[in-house]
């Protein structure tokens, strides 16, 4: 089977290039610190055993299905990397009477003696970091905030949990406009994480994890001084934000959507495909780099980039192909029926628009299909 | 079971809502055309056997995947309102002989030619709308084009074809920014589709159906003289993006996600959930309206919305949530753990990041579970 032989739109995952994405992080990282991948953006049994290759062994999450559906597949060490409330504990015990070594975050004293209080109530102890904001974007506690060791010291003293360390997200390193800008993110980020890590050891209190973690600060930041793992997801498919960053090439995207052509105007010069929104996600993460992707870059079956066409526009099931300029192009080379790919802004929305992966190797055979999950 | 007990984030769907908008829709059409609703909104049996209630039976759908589920849900009057191509019609013969009445859509005299011949290759007899661009926002030929009427005679003499009459979507109502500039192109719509029928029965061929559709210009159009069917999707459940175009009243808005609180920032101003871009979808459909909604409306448990608290930015699995003009608000009113809903932007995107719909009656209390089928 062919991927123009598939119904589209499809997913599409170039092994090769997964392959070469998982050893260029594994590269970078040896013998500088862990490397702990993120799994949201793949969601996958297969792509986790492959990134896990070499690699101590564990995992971050960003839901506690993906947790579930990660122990399933064999994956005991799971860092769940957003902030843990009581109400989700019982779902954690349930994970752990499962077998798995499971960490949680959380960012506030008051949520700590809740969550403490919690599992001791459920007969659980319970492993956490502490969530560390290091670049004003989202969770976590100040580097420098007093509430750090408070929260340190309840985590510590409470049978119910176990201090295990600290980690933070760069997140703010996908609006950065340089190579150079965001390597000056990293470097905030280890600061801010190292830093919070000493003082908590000052105190006379354990901190074994140092963990940071975003694909643009992963792979350009320096120095891993003091970092204990590293988490990213990304890495594993790249898309058009993180070449728009400069973080990777086009020809290391892993991720594209099939689709076909099935009309067009003429007189716009418009392409009009069957991959709208819904297969490609309403993602627009290259609307505010200096290239917009508009909703994707088209490629032909190999998977070859044009150059210059891009979904300029969706529609929940329509995908309109326009050169970026507006410049005319022949028409005629993309006839009903003809079947593309399209490389998308963000592959974790986008694949999360999917059921499974359509796995080929550098050429069209669909070698195997992959599951995805999905939901919470 | 309440909404607070159940994980979050989870989408709800308030049947009383629901119903309410399904009757309003059918008391404005009444006597003037027929509904064709259409299900890629809702994607849900449930939804659509309570769509057709008092009505003609037939429903719209944008993949045949939707068109294999609700065939099997026992709907078999059927438009896939997407551009058909020849490569998908063993896809459409196999539903035929599961007993689907499917109607197809295409633009041009060579796609025309290319799908009856292949319709006569399977040995089917496909009918066939002519699909009419008014607005110029996406699919279509126009009114006035001399190959209207080519696609025409070529769908009347082919064996393999029955031309059964003309649609249209009017796209562009979502950027109009009146009351009055929609009811300007629904009219607008109505004569770009009556006047392409008239002139292909004026050729002396047959046109029964003359089809428009999109909730603004269904809602607010005026005449639907020489129409016999609406097609609309989001009338059933309403989101932001209607209601700030005038269609409807937030307290129309049948669709909402719940989440939990698990943070704060409070130096900020800013509570953090767990539904982040993956709940609510990475729709910005209000950004280009006069009230920008960010990722959506934050309201109580019951459904109330706060007034100015909106989901201001969204990782995957993070939402914040700030006033909207950045003034300070009781932070302490939001403890960790707390349930909150929010109304999505967009209901068609919202729903699909989901399984299944929570079902209340203008209570918290989960009556049903409806599933969802998505994909392709």
Redesign the interface.
């Known amino acids: 089977m062919t991927l123009d032989q598939l ?4 997913l599409v995952l170039d092994e090769a290039r997964l392959e070469a994405n998982l050893a260029r992080m594994a590269r970078h990282l040896a013998g500088r610190a862990g490397l702990r991948p993120h799994m ?1 953006t793949a969601k996958s049994a297969e792509v986790a055993h492959r990134a896990l290759e070499g690699q101590f062994g564990g995992i971050t999450v ?3 299905k993906e947790a579930e559906q990660f122990l399933g597949a064999g994956v005991r060490d799971l860092l769940y990397a ?7 504990l019982e ?1 954690v015990a349930a994970l752990q009477d499962r077998g798995a070594d499971l960490t949680v975050v ?3 004293a ?2 700590a003696r ?1 969550v403490a209080q919690r599992a001791e109530g459920l007969g659980i102890r319970l492993p956490v970091l502490i969530e560390v ?1 290091t670049d ?1 974007h ?2 976590g506690v100040g580097p420098d905030a007093p509430e750090l060791l408070e929260i340190a010291r309840i985590l510590h003293a409470h049978p119910a949990t176990e201090l295990r360390g600290v980690m933070t997200h760069a ?1 703010e390193s996908y609006n950065r406009r340089s190579v150079e800008a965001i390597a000056a993110l990293a470097e905030q980020e280890r600061l801010g994480v190292v830093g919070p890590a000493e003082r908590i050891r000052a105190a006379g209190l354990p901190c074994p994890v140092v963990s940071v973690g975003s694909t643009p600060t992963a792979l350009l930041g320096r120095s891993l001084e003091g970092v204990t793992e590293v988490r990213a997801g990304v890495y594993m498919f790249f898309d058009l934000v993180m070449a728009g960053l400069g973080v990777c090439g086009l020809d290391e995207i892993a991720l594209s959507v099939t689709c ?6 003429p007189e716009k010069g418009w392409v ?1 495909t ?1 991959a709208g ?3 490609m ?4 993460g290259t609307a505010k780099q200096p290239t917009d992707q508009g909703y994707g870059l088209v490629c032909d079956l190999e998977g070859r980039p044009f150059g210059d066409l891009i979904v300029a526009d969706a ?4 995908g ?1 192909i326009t050169h970026r300029r507006g410049e005319r192009f022949d028409l005629g080379a993309f006839p ?2 003809r079947v593309l790919r399209v490389l998308p802004n ?1 592959a ?2 986008t694949a ?4 499974a992966y359509q796995v080929v190797r550098s050429d069209t055979e669909v070698r195997a299909v992959w599951e995805r999950f ?3």
Do not use: Y
């Open positions: 119904e589209t739109p499809r949201k960003s839901t506690l957003v902030g843990v409330v009581p109400g989700k779902q959380l960012d506030s008051q949520n809740a904001d004003g989202r969770s997140g076909t052509v099935i009309g067009h105007q009009i069957d929104w819904m297969a996600s309403r993602d627009r529609s929940q099931e329509h309109i009903v029926g963000h974790c929305a999360a628009a999917h059921p999905g939901f919470w």
